[in-house]
């Protein structure tokens, strides 16, 4: 399903916003695993894929950036600008939030000049660079843990630096919920985690799922809760502003898989204010050391290691 669906939906669109030389020069390349590409004026143009770094040449990857192709100003100002389906102001709001998100759950991260009115962002200009994320369906990633968060379902907390497949994570747990009756709603806030085009997601989820795409946490939860009656709720990246709103849905009697950026459970509770807050009873700890996704460790409600 992944060649076939978001993964190459992405490869797609980044053929299609790419300047042609870089096209070119991609397809040389191990394209289907490509995880990121990051895009700097001036810069050699930087691939990761495998759990390795390389840079993109004429003829495809190298290991010495010497070798690399140096996108001009032009050259990353069209990307942003064909992202932007040649429209840049009708962007704007997903561009102060530092990214576009692409068909297929992939992202586009942007720098460049930003406008301020009154202390607070209210446009980018003069694009400087773009970090481009690609999504990948990996089956049963979850599988080693998957008694310590279901039979029964238990709220977990998936944590990790960036980068370490906390996405990816969270959507196979969706995916090990198939063949049970259990009502799920995906919070999709960045359309990264569910990939849906045409009313559809390009990944397997559990296909008992409804998604609710670009909406900001607090009001998808609250609109779940009110009209959607989930079992689970699935939400990537919480912030502690978020926190109220997920301890509403728990303590409603709602089951939550959701996801952190920390490099520890410590840092996970101090981020997110959960000290004297009971709300997680599992906490999975990812880390790339072995590859993007190496499962560090499982811990209980009390933080006892299970793994």
């Known amino acids: 399903m992944d060649k076939l669906g978001c993964t190459a939906l992405a490869v797609k669109k980044i053929f299609d916003i790419f300047p042609s030389?870089?096209?070119?020069?991609?397809?040389?390349?191990?394209?289907?695993?490509?995880?990121?590409?990051?895009?700097?004026?001036?810069?050699?143009?930087?691939?990761?894929?495998?759990?390795?770094?390389?840079?993109?040449?004429?003829?495809?990857?190298?290991?010495?950036?010497?070798?690399?192709?140096?996108?001009?100003?032009?050259e990353v100002e069209q990307i942003v600008f064909l992202a932007c389906d040649k429209s840049v102001y009708a962007y704007v709001d997903q561009l102060m939030g530092g990214f576009l998100p692409l068909e297929g759950g992939g992202r586009l991260g942007v720098c460049g000049q930003v406008s301020l009115e009154n202390g607070c962002p209210t446009a980018m200009n003069g694009f400087s660079s773009v970090n481009i994320r690609i999504p990948h369906e990996v089956k049963n990633c979850s599988l080693p843990i998957k008694k310590h968060f279901l039979s029964p379902t238990r709220n977990t907390l998936v944590i990790s630096k960036p980068a370490c497949g906390k996405t990816t994570f969270l959507r196979d747990m969706v995916y090990q919920l198939r063949g049970k009756a259990v009502n799920t709603l995906i919070v999709d806030e960045r359309e990264e985690l569910a990939g849906v085009k045409d009313g559809k997601s390009l990944f397997e989820l559990n296909g008992n799922c409804d998604v609710l795409t670009n909406c900001p946490k607090k009001y998808a939860i609250e609109w779940g809760i009110r009209s959607l009656a989930p079992d689970v709720i699935v939400c990537d990246e919480l912030f502690v502003g978020d926190m109220a709103t997920v301890a509403t849905a728990i303590e409603s009697g709602i089951k939550f898989f959701a996801s952190v950026h920390a490099d520890s459970i410590e840092n996970a509770v101090k981020k997110l204010d959960l000290n004297d807050k009971k709300l997680f009873e599992r906490y999975v700890l990812l880390n790339d050391e072995n590859g993007v996704g190496t499962i560090e460790g499982t811990y209980d409600e009390k933080f006892f290691r299970l793994t």
Not at 26 to 50: A, F, H, M
């Open 21 to 74: 030389r870089f096209t070119s020069a991609l397809k040389k390349t191990v394209v289907d695993s490509l995880c990121e590409i990051r895009v700097r004026v001036g810069q050699p143009i930087l691939l990761v894929y495998n759990g390795k770094k390389a840079f993109l040449s004429n003829d495809g990857v190298v290991f010495d950036p010497k070798k690399s192709v140096l996108p001009t100003k032009e």
